[in-house]
């Protein structure tokens, strides 16, 4: 079962690399007299906060929901997850500095742990 994971995500990370090629080519257009580099880095910011840690947690889903469905769904799920718990975090005293680096690392392994003991 692992095996076949590991070879649905290396089949599907493909389709997300191209989704984010699609990004950059439609940020490029959209704010054309925008430096390539600030837009890479922007639509890389979106694609670490929403997408990846979105894709990971609906991996859980695979059999029963196609790749499109979870994409959408998980980005809509990540980017709740993401400002409810950036929120609570924040009143427990951690610094919002920190938030983009661990609650997406966190809902990432949390997506990863799932999908194995399943």
């Known amino acids: 079962m692992k095996?076949?994971?590991?070879?649905l995500v290396k089949r599907e990370m493909k389709y997300v690399g191209i989704l984010f090629l699609l990004s950059l080519?439609?940020?490029?257009?959209?704010?054309?007299?925008?430096?390539?580099?600030?837009?890479?880095?922007?639509?890389?910011?979106?694609?670490w906060l929403f997408v990846l840690p979105g894709y990971f947690i609906m991996?859980?889903?695979s059999e029963k929901l196609e790749f499109a469905e979870r994409f959408v769904i998980g980005i809509i799920l990540s980017a709740a997850i993401t400002g409810?718990?950036?929120?609570?975090?924040?009143?427990m005293g951690l610094?919002?500095?920190?938030?983009?680096?661990?609650?997406?690392?966190?809902?990432?392994?949390i997506?990863?742990?799932?999908?194995?003991?399943?």
């Not at 439609?26 to 925008?34: G, L, N, P, V």
């Not at 409810?84 to 009143?91: D, E, F, H």
């Not at 997506?111 to 399943?118: D, E, P, S, V, W």
């Open 3 to 7: 095996k076949e994971v590991f070879e």
């Open 25 to 47: 080519v439609i940020f490029k257009i959209a704010f054309y007299r925008e430096n390539f580099v600030v837009l890479t880095r922007n639509v890389l910011s979106l694609f």
């Open 59 to 61: 991996l859980y889903w």
């Open 84 to 91: 409810i718990s950036s929120y609570y975090i924040g009143l």
């Open 95 to 109: 610094n919002i500095r920190y938030h983009a680096v661990f609650l997406p690392l966190g809902l990432i392994s």
């Open 111 to 118: 997506g990863i742990m799932h999908i194995l003991r399943k």
